[in-house]
């Protein structure tokens, strides 16, 4: 009895749930990388990288943080539109999609971030207020303050990589955002905000392009 019990308490799928059979979760996790439901405030970790990026400087930032700051030329801690469309640029953008991407990013993301009330009009981010642009309906990849959690990574993984484990199509990616979505979010603008992975990735998004981005 305390057996089934006790199977029954960490079960992952429930019969008359089948979307939980569908999109099956890690249980195997702790066996590859410590505690993998802590989010990390410094390192992007994951089964294969259980410290991160050999050799990366994380210089005391968060990672979502970090994640920005490649944007940042001038280090000096803000991302003006100008420096996200060279970034995009570096990344392997064409120049229309660096364009639009830039538009949207700094556009979407500038207010929030901002450190008083008053709107700019060059439309800045600034990077050490960056947590308080997370959107709803994301992977969950980062916490409310900006740190990494490598559960919900793998997770995202292992719920919607059909064609091969640690990646995505074009189809998958949709299913994922749509997955992801909760209600009255845009499901155009969830896909929005990861097609730049997948065109970095244009073979597949993979995982570790979506621990690594940008």
Known sequence: MSSAMENEALATEAPFAPVTYERRVRTDLEDKLPKPYMPRALVAADAEHPNGTPGHRHNQLSV????????????????YPWETYNGCRAIGFNP?????????????????????????????????????????????????????????????????????????????????????????????????????????CWQGMRKACCRRKP
Do not use: C
């Open 96 to 200: 229309i999609v660096s364009l639009v991407l830039t538009v949207l990013i700094n556009v979407a993301l500038s207010y929030a971030t901002l450190p008083g009330w008053l709107p700019s009009p060059f439309f800045p981010i600034y990077i050490h207020n960056i947590h308080k642009a997370k959107h709803g309906s994301d992977s969950g990849v980062y916490d409310t303050e900006g740190r990494y959690t490598p559960v919900n990574v793998e997770n995202m993984f292992s719920k919607y990589a059909r064609t091969v484990p640690d990646k995505f199509t074009l189809g998958e990616l949709w299913s994922m955002t749509e997955g992801n979505r909760e209600a009255y979010i845009s499901s155009a603008g969830l896909l929005v905000s990861w097609s730049g992975g997948f065109y970095m």
């Open 64 to 79: 979502l943080q970090q994640h920005v700051a490649f944007f940042d030329q001038d280090d000096n801690g803000i991302v």
